[in-house]
Structures are given as C-alpha cells and as structure tokens.
C-alpha cells in the first residue's frame, strides 16, 4: 500500500525545490504526494520565517491539522506531522511546546535525512528534532532521481548568505554562503533536460554570489557557470533568482548581452531608496549605485525587464527616506516588484531599534508604493500589445484547450492553442494586458484564433 504524503509549501522558490527534493527522498520509502491533507500519512509544511506573518501561518495551519490527526487516530491510523524550512529550523524547541501536534522538526540543511528522522519519529515518544547545520552538504546525499513537473525547473546552486543585511533572518536559518560545484550542477541540469524540461531557474538566496568548483579544478564564477550551461544541448531558456546588487560583476552583466538562452528579466532586489536607510540596513551600496547599476545591465541588454523587492517601514524611515524610494522607483520603471512592510524578526540587529515605525505609516507608504509600482507594471504590460512573444507553453488554461506559458520577461500568456504545443517555444502575438497575464494569439493565424480570446484566464 502505498503511504499518502502532502507538502505544503510556504515561501520562496527555494522552498518550492526542497519541497520537491522531499518528496524525491521519500518516494523509495513508498511515500505518493497528494493534494490534500486528508487522509495523507505524512504531512510536511515547509514553512517561511521571514516574515512575522509567514511564520504565523504555520501555527494556523497546524491548527487546522489538529483534528485531521485525532481523526484519523480515532480510526486506528496515524498522520504524522513534520515541519520543515526556516520557521523550524528558527524554532525548533519553541515549537514542539507550542504545537504539540507536531512529530519532526527538520531544518533547511538536514532534510536530507528525513527518511531516517520519520523512522525514528515512529518510534519516538514525543518529537524528533534536527536542525543541525552538518558540515557535509545535504546536496550530497539528495537523490539522482528527481520527479519533473512540466518544462520548467528550479535547480538550487548556491545556499545561505553572508551579507547580513540587518533585517533578515536568512543568515541565521539558512546558515553560512554556501556554493554547490559545477560539475554537479551541470549533470542535475543534463537530467532535467533529458526528462523534458525547456527551462531552469537556477535558485539561490545570494545566487550571483555563487563562485563554485570548476569540473576540472579551480574556481568558476556565476557567468562561467551561466556559459556553460547555456551549451546544455535542449536547455533553452536560464533565469536566476536572487540576486544582490553587489555581486553583479561585470561578466555576469556582459553575459546578460551575450547568452541567447539567459532571458532579459533580472530580479535585483534594492530595498529602499535612501542612503540613509540602506546604510542602517548594511546593504553597502547607495541608491546611485543601484541607478549606475540598471543602466549598466541595461547597457548589456537594452529589453531588460527589472523586477525588485522593497521594505517599507525599516526603523527610523522618515518621509524623506520614503520619497527617495518612491523617486528611486520612477528613475527605474520596474517591469515588477515585491514590496513588504518592515517587520522585525527576532535576534536579527533591526528588530531592536528604538525608532520603529508606526503600523498605520507604514500602511500608508505601502499603499503609495504599490500604487506607483503597480502602474509601472501595467505600464510594462500594456507595451507588449501588438508584439509576438516566444512563449514557452508549460500548464493548461482554465478553458478548454487553452495553454499558459511565460514570456520571456516572465509574464505569464495564454492562448488557445494544440497540446501537442505545451513544453513548445511558440510565438504568440499578444492581443491584450490584463492585470496578472496577457492574452494572445498563435501567430501567424492571429486574427483567425483571437475570437476565441474573450474567455479570459
Ligand atoms: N521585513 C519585511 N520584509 C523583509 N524581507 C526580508 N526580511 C524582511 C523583514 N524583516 C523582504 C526583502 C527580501 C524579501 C525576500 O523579503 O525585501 O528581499
Ligand atoms: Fe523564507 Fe527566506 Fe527561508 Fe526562503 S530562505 S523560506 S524566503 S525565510
């Protein structure tokens, strides 16, 4: 019989590949992933600490497992609870008292060994906890086979940061800047080509820091290792995600101008605007820096679309502060953006400032961030109407015989098209922005298939 297992995922994109990685783990010990909680043997949230908000929802969550678990030992059976990623790895001890729901605690770093920590969980009177920082990689010991879903893959490259920037908590929960070798990258790469993957975003929390081992010795940077993978025969399409401004060196801008495969979106988080504020943050680069810094890129690879993450809020952000963000912003365009207001997170430098930020200001400048940002990404969006994209087409719309692919500036198309299209590089000329997706039409039967087009996705 096999034994029914249900992830959730919480986060960012690296989640999503630990995830992944979990289920690959478990899968030899007959573990089949399901959709919903239900039922499932095992359940594992992989959970975010990067924001109070995000750590907060675990505990709802595992709330609402709370009966599904009593139910199902009512029944004679057993749902075993397991929390992953950085809220358990911030945690840990914490969480066993507070959620006694709970049977395994792993960190981001020992997920590797979840096959013998839910051995032990069986056995075990109360929790199992593991959030040890090993000195031998987990990616050494992460299964060679791994479940492709769709054209499209993250491949984790580079882990952990060293930057402390003084509000995150990714330092402490990811542990130290770490870069997986070349070699080993390249042969997940040729994997996932060979089980039909058109595309692969390489993952990392300080990705264009990743300086690895090369295949025959000596030290590769971030482009090389975007060179060669752009000569993975069937590879057509590299992004990578996240990055900092500090370590775009200028090989990896000249590669943005050279490599076909590398597309022309760049997730380059500044945070904030003002000096000030990113000098408290220790960012270590100005807002002229990251101006420089764009046009640079941009420079290299005139299309460019520009994507960002913002704080608003840090300690001590006065109005002035917040206008240069705003100012920073429509010195820039972004095609998109990601803005969060500040919270503090414990045992990070910030959260013990003085000058905290009210709520109801913090509130009021993300709604004017947002505002100006959301009309920059209309702004983008609209600018595509008329023009025929490559599509590469990776799930079904919610119509019939729609598909849903990505621009090549990562905005999500669909169109009514074959599915003998899907996991296809297609040209798609788009007839309409909307806010999240632009529709299309295959070209050159454009005018004949855009009728179809009034369904919405
Ligand atoms: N408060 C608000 N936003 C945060 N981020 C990271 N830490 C915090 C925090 N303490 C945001 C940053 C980062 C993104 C992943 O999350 O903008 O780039
Ligand atoms: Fe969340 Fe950051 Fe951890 Fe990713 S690395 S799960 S975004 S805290």
Request: glycine share 8%.
């Amino acid at each position: 019989m096999p034994k029914k297992l249900f992830i959730k995922t919480y986060g960012c994109q690296m989640n999503v590949y630990d995830s992944g990685r979990m289920a690959d783990l478990l899968a030899p010990l007959g573990y089949e992933a399901t959709l919903t909680p239900e039922g499932a043997d095992l359940v594992i949230l992989n959970t975010c600490h990067i924001r109070e908000k995000a750590a907060e929802k675990v505990y709802s969550e595992l709330g609402r497992l709370r009966p599904l678990k009593e139910e199902r030992a009512r029944l004679g059976g057993r749902m075993m609870i397991a929390v992953a990623g950085c809220v358990a790895q911030a945690e840990g001890e914490e969480m066993i008292a507070r959620a006694p729901v709970v049977d395994l605690i792993v960190g981001p770093q020992t997920y590797h060994r979840l096959p013998e920590l839910v051995a032990r969980a069986h056995r075990a009177a109360g929790a199992v906890l593991d959030t040890d920082f090993p000195s031998e990689s987990k990616f050494d010991h992460l299964p060679e086979t791994q479940a492709v879903d769709g054209p499209t893959a993250f491949l984790s490259i580079q882990e952990g940061c060293d930057k402390f920037c003084t509000f995150c908590v990714v330092p402490y929960t990811r542990g130290a800047e770490f870069s997986r070798p070349a070699a080993a990258i390249l042969a997940e790469a040729r994997r996932l080509v060979a089980a039909g993957v058109a595309e692969i975003t390489l993952l990392g929390q300080n990705v264009n820091a990743w300086h690895g081992e090369g295949p025959g010795g000596g030290s590769w940077s971030f482009a090389r290792l975007l060179h060669a993978l752009a000569e993975v025969p069937g590879l057509e399409r590299l992004r990578y995600t996240t990055s900092h401004p500090r370590d775009m060196a200028d090989d990896l801008i000249a590669a943005h101008g050279r490599i076909e495969q590398l597309m022309p979106y760049l997730h380059l988080p500044v945070q904030s605007g003002s000096d000030a504020i990113l000098k408290a943050m220790n960012r270590r680069h100005s807002a002229d820096d990251y101006r420089r810094l764009v046009e640079r890129i941009r420079g290299a690879r005139p299309d460019i679309a520009m994507s960002c993450d913002f704080i608003v809020g840090f300690p001590g952000e006065s109005d002035a502060d917040f206008v240069a963000t705003l100012k920073l912003v429509s010195d820039i365009g972004f095609a998109s953006a990601f803005s969060f207001k500040y919270s503090p997170r414990p045992g990070t430098p910030a959260s013990g400032e003085a000058r905290q930020v009210d709520e109801t200001v913090k509130s009021e400048r993300l709604a004017a961030l947002q505002q100006l940002l959301g009309a920059q990404h209309d702004a983008f969006n609209h600018s595509m109407v008329g023009r025929t994209l490559p599509v590469l087409f990776e799930r079904h719309g919610r119509q019939d015989g729609q598909l849903i692919g990505r621009s090549p500036y990562l905005q999500a198309v669909y169109a009514t098209a074959a599915p003998a299209l899907m996991g296809r590089i297609v040209p798609v000329t788009v007839l309409e922005a909307k806010p999240n997706s632009l529709a299309g039409a295959l070209t050159p039967a454009a005018g004949a298939v855009s009728q179809h087009m009034e369904v919405g996705a």
